[in-house]
């Protein structure tokens, strides 16, 4: 039996890594751990998981490990939490400046995930060789001024922030999420050439880009850590519906809960909230507040 990593999953069929081999095999669920996997979760890039051969050839996975961590995004009715990728170290959340334009409500929505999860988080700008795209990430700094989270400027095509994006991800795992057409397989490729990812086109009618990745992947770097890959997530919401949690994924909100007149309090309606005084006072972002109040909205 040997010891290895989930690369991708596949309709049923498992890409593993085995330790110490740089040659992936293809294996299957073995009957016991097909139920369970029916009544559970299901195995997902990261995984870490153990396989044995079959007198045929085959290979089979017999046995998977307890995950150290999940990216985790809202399931089918927003109510259940659908695991993403597992055993990451840090998520990055990509999108572009411009083509697509830069929508700052999805970016908070991406951060929620990240935070929901546990997990640190870069936000990396791309395409800043597009016209007006240093205003753009300028206006998102500020945005984001008090959260904590570091904003990295890049290009896939100029270099620009590409020796420091592969820095960030060296000997780590990191998962790469973002709207689809922003950059993500080739600021990959900038950072580990050679690992050919495919790169799709953006739609000039839509604006959006073509999805280029189909499910999620972990890939190697060249220069040591990992990535998976994500899908170009077209709905990104949260699992959590209740408020008081939603509202810890805001750092700037979980700094100054403590100060609030009620234990507990949502942000939303209550007197004495000192979130809401923040944000008239110009010290929270006003229109990361508005994101808060829409992802907790029964509508969003």
């Not at 992936?24 to 995984?47: C, H, M, N, S």
């Not at 944000?279 to 029964?298: I, K, N, T």
Request: charge should be negative; glycine fraction near 12%; charged fraction near 30%.
């Amino acid at each position: 039996m040997l010891e290895g990593t989930l690369l991708e999953a596949l309709g049923g069929v498992y890409r593993v890594r085995p330790d110490g081999e740089e040659t992936p095999v293809d294996a299957f669920l073995r009957g016991r751990l097909k139920q369970e996997i029916r009544t559970g979760e299901r195995l997902v890039a990261g995984d870490r998981v153990a396989i044995a051969r079959a007198d045929d050839g085959t290979w089979t996975v017999e046995r998977v490990a307890p995950r150290t961590s999940e990216l985790l995004r809202a399931g089918v009715g927003g109510r259940k939490a659908k695991v993403v990728a597992a055993n990451v170290d840090q998520a990055l959340v990509v999108v572009s400046a411009v083509r697509p334009d830069l929508n700052e409500e999805l970016v908070d929505r991406f951060l929620v995930l990240a935070e929901l999860s546990e997990l640190p988080v870069l936000v990396v700008v791309n395409k800043m060789e597009m016209e007006g795209a240093p205003e753009i990430a300028r206006r998102l700094e500020a945005r984001l001024d008090g959260t904590g989270y570091d904003v990295l400027r890049t290009s896939a095509l100029t270099a620009e922030g590409v020796p420091k994006l592969a820095g960030e991800l060296r000997e780590k795992t990191s998962v790469v999420m973002g709207p689809s057409g922003v950059g993500k397989s080739s600021l990959l490729n900038a950072v580990s050439p050679g690992l050919e990812l495919r790169i799709g086109e953006v739609s000039l009618r839509r604006g959006g880009g073509r999805h280029t990745t189909v499910s999620a992947r972990l890939v190697p770097l060249a220069g040591g850590g990992w990535v998976v890959d994500t899908p170009g997530f077209s709905d990104v919401a949260a699992w959590e519906p209740d408020p008081r949690h939603l509202a810890w994924a805001f750092p700037e909100f979980r700094a100054r809960a403590d100060d609030c007149r009620f234990r507990g309090c949502s942000h939303l309606h209550e007197p004495g909230c000192a979130v809401k005084e923040g944000v008239e006072a110009g010290e929270v972002d006003a229109g990361r507040y508005g994101s808060y109040r829409r992802m907790g909205s029964p509508e969003s």
